[in-house]
C-alpha cells in the first residue's frame, strides 16, 4: 500500500496523462507539519507545461481528487494539502504490517544481483582502530539494508595482510620478541615490537636494510619469513573475530591483500599491453593528467607492488568471481585520492564496470574533540572500549530492573548497540564524538533509548496477552492520538529508499528515533489496556510497532531484547 503511488495515480488521469506518474510520485512531499496534511503537492513545476498559474492548476486539481483514500484536500496558493482517511489507511497499515511482519519495507530494486562490500578491512600486528570500527559498523548496516532492497550482498574483509611493514616487524621479533609473550597479548606485543623497531632504527639505519631484506624474502617466499607472517596473521584475525563476535558481525570473504600477490603480474601485464605504464623516477606508474589526479604508484623502483596495485587486482578479481551490480568500498574519507585513482585507472583499462564502484566515506571517532590515534602507545583498544560499554550497561540494567533473568545477555545487547547507533545516528561524513556516557543514556537519541521503547511495548503485549497471529478487527473511530505513530508506520519504506540510495544508515536510524518518539507521546497519553472498543486495534498498532522498531535495529545491525 503505497499512498504516494495512489495520489500519484489520480493525478496522472487527472492532469491528462500528460506527466509520468513516477515523475509525479517524486514531486510529492510531507509536509513537515502534520497541520497541514499528510501528503503535499506543489503545483510550480506544473505551470509550464499547463500554461496555467500553479494556483490556479492547484484550484482544478483538488476538486479532482476523490477518493476514499484522501479525505480532506485543501489549497493554499500553489499547494494541495492532502489528508489521509485516519481510519482507513490505519486500518490498512496495521493490518498490512500483522500480516507480512518483517517482510513491511521490502523492496525489490535489486532483483538479486551482488553488491559486494568492502568493509572493516584493519591491518594486521596493529590495533583495531576507530576508523575500521565505523567501516565495521556501517558497512554491516549497508549490507543489511541493501538486503532489504531486493540484493544480494557479499561482505568482504580486505585484511592489511601485506607491506613492507611486516619485513619491519620479522626484523625487530627476530630481534627481541618472545614467542610466549606475543601468544598471551599478540596485537599488543606485536604493536610494541614495530614501536620500538622505528625507535631504534632512527639510531641505528642498517635496521632499516634489516627489514627491507626480511620483507624481500617474505615475498620470495622464504620458510621462515612466510611461517612467522602466517603466525602473526593468524594470531591478529584470532583477536579481530572477538571483535566481530561481540558485534554479531559476519563476512563472506577475508581475501586480504596478500591475497592478491599472486594476481598481480596480470594487472601489470594488462596494463603494459594496454600501454598504459610509464616510468617515472625508476617507478612504473599509471598517469592521470586528463582526470587532473596525480599519477597511480604501481610499482615501485625495486618491483615491489602497492597497496594500489593490490586494489587494481581486487576490483578485477570481485568483478570476475562475483559479477557485481555495485561494488562499494566503505573506506574513511582520507583514502578519497586512492579510491579515485584506482576508479580513474580500471576505466582507462576499459572496464566500463568502474562505474558501479562508490567510495563511502565516513568521517572520524574524536576524543575531546581531537582524533583518536591508535599511534605511540595511545592505543584505544576496541574490545576494550565494547567491553566497557557492556559493563555500564549491565550497571543500569542492574539499577532499573533488577530481576532480569537474562541481564548478561541484555547488557550485550544494549552496551554493543549503544556504540553501533552512536556510530549510525549522523551522517556519516561528519565526525562523531566518542563518549559512552552519551551513547548509554536512556533517553534522548540513543540505542538504549529505542531498545528500551521496543521492551516497553512488548511488554504491553506480553500484558495483554496478545498473539503475534491476531488480525486486528475493529478500527472504529478516527485515532487522533494514534495518528502519528500510524504515519510513521508509514514513512519506513522511504527512510529505507533515503538510506538505500545515499548509502546513508542515518535515514533508518533517525526514523526509528523519530517512531520511538511517537510512540512514547501516545503512550504516555492513552491508556491502551484499558478495556474498550479500541483496545484491539490499539494493541495490534502497539505490535505494528514493535515489528518496525526491531526491523529498524535489525537492519543497524543491533538487537531488539524483548525485556529490560
Ligand atoms: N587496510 C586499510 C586501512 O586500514 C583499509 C583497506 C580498505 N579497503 C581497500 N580495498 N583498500 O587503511
Known amino acids: 500500500m503505497n499512498y504516494k503511488q495512489e495520489l500519484a495515480e489520480i493525478l496522472f488521469v487527472a492532469l491528462e496523462q500528460e506527466i509520468q506518474v513516477s515523475e509525479l510520485e517524486m514531486l510529492i512531499e510531507k509536509p ?12 510550480f513545476t506544473l505551470a509550464k507545461k499547463k500554461r496555467k498559474s500553479p494556483n490556479i492548476i492547484a484550484q482544478e486539481l483538488s476538486e479532482k481528487i476523490q477518493s476514499p483514500t484522501f479525505e480532506k484536500v485543501e489549497v493554499v496558493g500553489a499547494y494541495l494539502n492532502i489528508f489521509l482517511n485516519k481510519q482507513l489507511v490505519s486500518k490498512e497499515i496495521v493490518t498490512e504490517i500483522s500480516k507480512i511482519k518483517e517482510n513491511y519495507g521490502a523492496q525489490n530494486l535489486g532483483k538479486g544481483a551482488n553488491v559486494t562490500i568492502d568493509m572493516s578491512s584493519p591491518n594486521i600486528a596493529k590495533p583495531f582502530s576507530m576508523g575500521h570500527l565505523r567501516s565495521t559498523v556501517i558497512g554491516n548496516a549497508l549490507a543489511h539494508i541493501v538486503e532489504k532492497c531486493g540484493y544480494q550482498p557479499i561482505k568482504i574483509n580486505h585484511i592489511g595482510d601485506w607491506g613492507t611493514q611486516f619485513g619491519k616487524l620479522i626484523t625487530a621479533y627476530k630481534l627481541w620478541g618472545n614467542p610466549e609473550i606475543v601468544k598471551q597479548n599478540p596485537i ?7 614501536v620500538k623497531f622505528h625507535e631504534e632504527a632512527e639510531a641505528d639505519p642498517a635496521l632499516v636494510e634489516q627489514g627491507r631484506s626480511w620483507f624481500k624474502r617474505l615475498e620470495d617466499g622464504d620458510e621462515e619469513a612466510l611461517e612467522l607472517w602466517k603466525w602473526f596473521r593468524d594470531e591478529s584475525l584470532k583477536e579481530f573475530s572477538r571483535i566481530y563476535d561481540l558485534m554479531n558481525v559476519e563476512f563472506d570473504s577475508f581475501a586480504g591483500e596478500a591475497f592478491y600477490n599472486d594476481k598481480m603480474d596480470r594487472v601489470v601485464q594488462l596494463l603494459e599491453e594496454k600501454q598504459l605504464l610509464v616510468e617515472s623516477k625508476q617507478a612504473q606508474v599509471v598517469e592521470l593528467t586528463s582526470e587532473e589526479l596525480p599519477p597511480c604508484l604501481i610499482k615501485k623502483s625495486d618491483g615491489a607492488t602497492l597497496y594500489a596495485t593490490r586494489d587494481l587486482a581486487a576490483a578485477i578479481y570481485r568483478k570476475e568471481n562475483y559479477d557485481f551490480d555495485l561494488s562499494l568500498y566503505v573506506v574513511g574519507n582520507e583514502q578519497s585520492l586512492h579510491f579515485k585513482q584506482l576508479m580513474a585507472v580500471l576505466k582507462k583499462m576499459g572496464y566500463e564496470w568502474a562505474e558501479k564502484m562508490v567510495h563511502i566515506p565516513f568521517g572520524m571517532m574524536l576524543k575531546d574533540g581531537k582524533k583518536m590515534s591508535t599511534r605511540k602507545g595511545k592505543v584505544v583498544l576496541l574490545e576494550e572500549v565494547l567491553n566497557e560499554s557492556i559493563a555500564l550497561a549491565r550497571h543500569s540494567i542492574e539499577g532499573k530492573n533488577p530481576s532480569l533473568v537474562s541481564k548478561d545477555e541484555v547488557a550485550k545487547q544494549v552496551g554493543v548497540g549503544a556504540v553501533m547507533f552512536h556510530d549510525l545516528k549522523n551522517f556519516r561524513m561528519n565526525d562523531i564524538e566518542f563518549s559512552l556516557e552519551e551513547m548509554l543514556r536512556f533517553e534522548g537519541e540513543t540505542g538504549p533509548y529505542v531498545q528500551y521503547t521496543f521492551a516497553r511495548a512488548c511488554s504491553i503485549l506480553r500484558k495483554a496477552n496478545w498473539q503475534d497471529d491476531r488480525i486486528p478487527q475493529s478500527f472504529d473511530t478516527n485515532w487522533e492520538k494514534e495518528w502519528k505513530v500510524v504515519s510513521m508506520l508509514l514513512e519506513f519504506p522511504n527512510a529505507i529508499n533515503r538510506a538505500f540510495e545515499n548509502f ?5 536510524a533517525k526514523y526509528i528515533i523519530d517512531l520511538s518518539q511517537a ?8 491508556k491502551i ?3 474498550n472498543t479500541e483496545q484491539q486495534a490499539r494493541l495490534a498498532l502497539v505490535f505494528a510497532v514493535t515489528v518496525v522498531l526491531k526491523e529498524g535495529l535489525r537492519l543497524l545491525g543491533m538487537e531488539a531484547p524483548e525485556e529490560m
Open 32 to 43: 513537515k507539519s502534520q497541520t497541514h496534511g499528510d501528503l503535499a503537492f506543489p503545483c
Open 188 to 194: 599488543k606485543e606485536l604493536l610494541t615490537l614495530y
Open 504 to 508: 546513508d544508515p542515518s535515514q533508518v
Open 519 to 526: 510512540f512514547n507521546k501516545f503512550y504516555g497519553e492513552v
Open 529 to 531: 489496556l484499558e478495556e
